[in-house]
């Protein structure tokens, strides 16, 4: 989020990113004020802590992912009393996790938007999954190829594990949040439609909810980058910047500890392509299981590493698809269309680029004044 705020920011739109102090999120004070020091054109404002927390935040043995999303939830009185303090207020723009913040948007009646952090693969998705019939719940179908619209055919057990079981409660809670989507007047997603038209296309048109007007899509993306006063001088990142062009494959930054890991993220995800670095996916959580899905079958910049639904990737399969990646022809067009992606990706943000246009198109359906 702060990534799209100094993006926002920097086509002149005066911004303002409301934070939750919510129980589980540590020192939010500490945050927002190294927040403020590392993004100087970008406001931000601590929301106070709710004053009553539901059943589920205040149970100390609740599920954390509950808690997180009622705690959240409640801080929504709380920013519908800042948003009305405020002079004059254009649009919300929720995290996809704070999208019931969509309700003080109504409230007030200002325009409101979700940030889609995912890739719109996923987005189709989700949107789809709500007006899904199904007997079973996912997680009694094994490998079975589920097919949503504009979206490469999913093996039912990598869905994300939230999913698998609809009789938890964890699946109602991001059910619901699903359900919030089609509230929002658009979408903002981090990605470049080069990269995943047939989702885009999908969406565009409605197809994932069937006799429904779906929000308009503005792909921004990508909006990719660490927290800055990171430490860049890693003597791994020292060591491989000596290495010869083109020997390097898929190095992504762990950004706590400077590790270098290959997991299917979808931000690692962004700067693998920003990097020009083909993938060696290693899904480990969440949603990665999917991303993984979307970068070897429809976006073709990766491999998948064998083992990885068995939590054992064994040394002589990494060295096979490293090997594969390096030295194979299909290694070599995994490499040609990484390039290729780094150069539209690049080309996305420019002035005139699609990301850079859709941002425009953002802010002029707002009536806000850009520097382009």
Sequence with gaps: MTQLANHLAGHGAPVTVAVADVPSTGDSSQTIARLSASYPAVCFHLLP???TRSEDAADPNADPFITLIADIRATNAALLAFLRSLPSVKALITDFFCAYGLDAAAELGVPAY????????????????????????????????????????????????????????????????FKQLPRAKGILSNTFEWLEPRAVKAIKEGIPRPGESLPKLFCVGPLVGEERGSNANHECLVWLDKQPAGSVVEVLRHPATGAFVTHCGWNSTLEAVMAGVPMLCWPMYAEQRMNKVFVVEEMKLGVALNGYDEAMVKAEEVEAKVRLVMESEQGNEIRQRMTKAQEIAANALEIGGSSAAAIIDLLDSLKISTND
């Design 114 to 177: 979700v940030f889609f952090t995912l890739c719109v693969s996923a987005l189709a998705t989700f949107l789809h999954i709500p007006v899904m019939r199904s007997a079973v719940s996912f997680g009694e179908m094994g490998r079975s190829l589920l097919h949503f619209p504009g979206v490469h055919p999913i093996p039912a057990s990598d869905l994300p594990e939230v999913l698998l079981d609809r009789d938890n409660r964890q699946y109602s809670t991001t059910l619901g949040l």
């Design 49 to 51: 802590p709710a004053t």
